[in-house]
Each structure stands twice: as structure tokens, then as C-alpha cells.
């Protein structure tokens, strides 16, 4: 440990106005894989499950994260779903088998239980269609199914099936990282934009109201990025609302200096979309901007050896293939996930202008903030806790901050600053949240607000998330190894923030402004 303190400076101004953020970027996603729907948000039997069987306590821990916008129903395992498998009488629904996870598909749960749990968790649906082996015709009969109102045979169908009422759903995601060649029904990007269009123009006719993301890249590595954009946007720019971004994140060679960073990287990505997108635009002499939604972003590298079961190769699994609900994927989030989490989630905030949606994936189980014990307790990982910070404090103005930090360099990045923030003012309540990290592993920074024209009173709180040992996590028998404290020692002098970071610490500073 180094006693020697960083400095830090923050400087924002209430006229620095980058813009409102969306609160659809607190969103998140839930996918038919391992066991996200099946023992995590249904699981009928258990002792905290309702009549609809949904876990009670895992809507509770939703319902504190305050989740705005739930992606549905994947994921690669949209790519082969027929959604018609999922309605009606439970009793009469196919099993089925899942291509992209090596499972069975029940359908016990399906499109009307998804909509009863959003509707109970106070959820906004954003529904995912198949254009990998499905197209146009499957996308329309499924929205005359879900939005039309009635008198039609696939609306009077779910009328039969107890929900009178349209279902209404607005966001709908057109296929699932189509660019991927593990993508069951890969296209090229000029197949792909095609189909997009065609069933952008069907979605509009049968519901105008209707917003459309169109599959960006699954990841700003692959080959294609960028020229994947362009084609996809030549086909579909005046038909969709979003481009898609994916970007997961792993501390692969156990060195958080290289990490952390890599949130940087996720804000390349998103200024080099928004560029192709205003690229696109611009070559197609329209003034229609389109905007981002970062519909699957978290740290993923932990259960090795579920990759190694998909792979088909030896690992300490021991579910057969086609199982169903194994348990796949199932990440156990450390002290540094979060700070990595957290920073993304910074990233996000910085490009509030553009980045519209974003969902955090997944939720439940599955590289996910809440796990659970079939049959047991649910608990929060780690990185619950910045994504609850973000969605609590952060549903205000995005303000654009100037950061005068010291830099450090990566294995693949030079200049990356020690300390990453992002400040949200609240004009309504007189207040500004300040989010940072912390990025140094052996010194605490001294960080300064110059908080300019937003006159700030006092510090409300200060919340600060670190731990002597960054592989720390928490489990059913330690729920609360890492978990947030509240701080004091903020001062607040001549309208001046002084605090004094820990080394490695997610920190989420709350100020009474006079304006
Ligand atoms: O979230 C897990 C998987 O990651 C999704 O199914 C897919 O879209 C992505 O590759």
C-alpha cells in the first residue's frame, strides 16, 4: 500500500447539461438459460412463491433494485423459440429441445406469465422475436397476438387465453446478436438488415406505437463491428428506433489494472456506434438519430466450466445434456466485479444523450446481481449493489464531467485515469450525486469537487463499497461480506468537495445543492 494519496479533481456545472437519463438504462434481462426463469423467478413449491408460483422473495430483491425495463425471452435462446410453444393451458405446452443451451425447454413458463410478473413487479417488457429460424410472418402474428386489441384470430386467442387486454408491449429487440456465428440462424450483415426492415415494417403497421432496436454488434472485438452497423442501418434506418450493443467483461488474467479499465473500452464503443449511426444517417441525408441500447452489459468469466459443458468438453458439470434448468453460467461476483460494474455503469451515465436502454444481464441465477438455492434463500451478489446505487440515485441529469486525474497505463490501453465518475443533478430535490471509482490498487486518491455553479450546502451521504480482499463474495451463509458503509469525513469547503477515496472503492457521494 502506497500512503502517498492520488489527486483527483471533478469539476461540473450545472450547464454542463449532457442530458435526462433514461431510466430504461437501469433495465435488466431475463432469459430462458440454466436456471434464470426456472428456480429463480419461478419456482412454484417454494415457500416464498405466490399463486403464479413467482418467487417472492426474489421480487423483492427486483423490487429494491428498482428495475425499469426486463429484456425477454434471450438471448441466443430466442433464436430458435416458437413463441406459440408458450401459451395456453400449461398441461398442452411441447417440451422442447434449446439448441443454444443444450437443455429442455418446458415452457412451463411463458409469454402470459411474463407479462403477469411484469406487470406484478412493475417491470416494462421488452420483448426479443426470432429472426434466427423464424421471420416477418411469426413477428406478426406474435404482435397481433400480444397488441391487438381483439376480433382477430391470434388477438381473440389470447383473449381465450384470460388477458382481455392487450399486453401493449412497446420495446421490441429485432432477433438477438444476429452478427455471431454461434447465433442459431446467423446472417450476414445484408441478410440480416433485410429481414430487419421487412419486420420493422410489419411490427409498425400492426401497432405504430411500437419501438424497435435493431441487433448491433455482440461485442466491439468482432470482425465485423462497424461495417455490420452501416449495412444494418442502410436497410433499416427509418424503420427502427435502437442498434444494439453487447459487451461483457472478464478479469481473465487476474490483473486489475488491465480490468478495471475496461470500461473505457465499453465508451469506445458506444462513441464509435454512435458515430456509425450518425454516419449512416448522414449518408442517407435523413436527421434521424438513432439511439443506443445497451441491452446486454456485465462482468462474465467466473463459471469456466459451464463454457467448457456448451463446448461439449470434459468439466466438473455433472448435468446430462438436455437437462433441464441446469445450472449454467452461474457466476459468483467478487469485491472487484463490482468496481467493474460499477465503472460501466459510470459509462453509461456519461452517454446518457445516446444510450437509452441498457440491461444489465442477466438477472437472476444466470450471470446475474441475485442468485438463489432451489427450495432456499435468495441473496445479493456483489455487483447488486452499484446497479441499486445507479437505479436509486441516479434517475436525474446527466452532467458532463471534466476529470483531471493521473493516468495509468494497461496491457492494452495507455491513459486511463485512476478515478472514473459521473454526476447527476436532481434540479427537483436540489441535488447532485456524484458516482466514482476508485481504480488504484494500492492508493487512496484525494478527490476535489469543483461543483461550479451548483452551490452545494452540505454532504447528505456518502456511501463507499470496498474490502481488504477484492475476491471477496457473498454467499447464502455470508450475504453481507461486501455490502456498502455509509462514510462522514466528506467536507464541504467554500462550495469545494474534499474526500478521500479508499484504493479499489465504488463510492456514491449525495449533495444538497442551492439549486
Ligand atoms: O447473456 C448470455 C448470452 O450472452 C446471451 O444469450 C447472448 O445474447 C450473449 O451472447
Redesign the pocket.
Known sequence: MNSTPLQATLIVDRDFVLGPVDSKIFGS?I?H?GRAVYTGVFEPGHPSADSDGFRGDVLDLIRELNVSIVRYP????VSGFNWEDSIGPQGGRPRRLDL?WMSTESNQFGLNEFMTWVRKAGIEPMMALNLGTRGPSEARDLIEYCNHPGGTRWSDLRRTHGFSEAHRIKYWCLG??MD?PWQIGHKTASEYGRIACETAKILKWVDPSVSLVASGS?GHAMNTFGTWELEVLHHTLEHVDFISL?M?NGNVMDDLTHYLPLSDEMDDFIRETVSLCDAAAAKQKSRKKIMLSFD?WNAWYHDQESLKWLRGEKSSLTQAKWDEAPPL?EDHYNMADALLVGSMLITLLNNADRVKIACL??LVN??APIMTRPGGPAWRQTIFYPFLHGSRFGRGVSLRPVIRSPLFDTRHRQGSPYLTASAIHHPDKNELVIFAVNRSVDQSLQLTGDLRSLEADSVIEWLSLSHSDTKAINGPENPAQVIPVSRTEARLETGRLSALLNPLSWNVIRLKTSK
Open positions: 434481462f432469459e438459460l434471450g438471448g441466443n435462446f443454444a438477438n446478436e455471431g455482440s453487447h461483457y446486454e453460467l444481464a442477466q444466470v450471470i
